[in-house]
């Protein structure tokens, strides 16, 4: 029987970018060698999940919005978060997933004072060198006494956390490729993001990504036996 991962999704894509697919469709095709059962559940729009064993998993995805914002869906969200956390329920939290769970959990994020990350960037994650993507201001600026850093950057510094075998976040975007920080940069980066910044990430929209490196652990982290 297949492992169901219930992906919540936290945000839309711009209009000019939808036909692309939605949040979830990217995560789809990132873990599709896994050989997971999907389903999604819109929680940005208020769709929750009955319950936290609708799924075997649990992936949030990345969002527009900023986990300290005031809207109906976060705080039951972190109750959700916690609640997984509680039940050993496997979940994974991406950007704003990142974020959220860690603010669910204890710590905090806000928007940082040195600025946005945007486009392929260097991290350390498990000791390794990776090149990933990343488009973000906020960050997760303290990290809740569960979590361990397994991952940084010189821009960020809990740029990956895990909880125990129990939860898995990430801040950059393994699920984006070229294209789609191609899209950002033209269709919500101007105006918002120093045009040197955007500039720089144009020159490396070419650069190898390690993308795959960061489905694979992911992989293993949803497959993991627990007791």
Excluded at 93 to 110: D, N
Excluded at 129 to 152: C, F, R, S, Y
Aim: aromatic share 10%; with cysteine; charged share 25%.
């Amino acid at each position: 029987m297949n492992m169901k991962i219930g992906i919540l999704v936290t945000g839309h894509p711009p209009e000019e970018m939808a036909t692309a697919g939605s949040y979830d469709t990217y995560f789809e095709r990132l873990l599709a060698f896994g050989e997971f059962e999907f389903s999604r559940c819109a929680v940005v729009d208020g769709a929750f999940p009955r319950s936290i064993t609708d799924a075997d998993g649990w992936l949030i995805t990345g969002s527009k919005h900023g986990a300290y914002e005031d809207h109906p869906w976060i705080p039951p969200l972190e109750q959700f978060i916690r609640d997984c956390f509680e039940k050993s329920i496997p979940m994974i939290g991406v950007c704003f997933g990142h974020q959220i769970i860690a603010q669910a959990m204890g710590g905090r994020v806000e928007k940082f004072d040195k600025g946005w990350s945007i486009g392929a960037q260097d991290y350390e994650i498990d000791g390794a060198p990776m090149t990933l993507n990343a488009w973000h201001q906020d960050q997760v600026v303290e990290k809740p006494e569960t979590a361990q850093v397994i991952g940084k950057s010189d821009f960020c510094a809990n740029a990956a956390l895990v909880y125990d075998n129990r939860l898995w976040t990430i801040q950059p975007h393994p699920e984006y490729e070229a294209d789609f920080i191609d899209g950002l940069i033209r269709h919500r980066g101007t105006g918002l993001i120093p045009k040197h910044q955007l500039d720089q990430a144009k020159q490396r929209l070419a650069s190898p990504l390690d993308n795959r490196q960061i489905a694979e652990r992911m992989i293993a982290f949803f497959r993991q036996e627990r007791t």
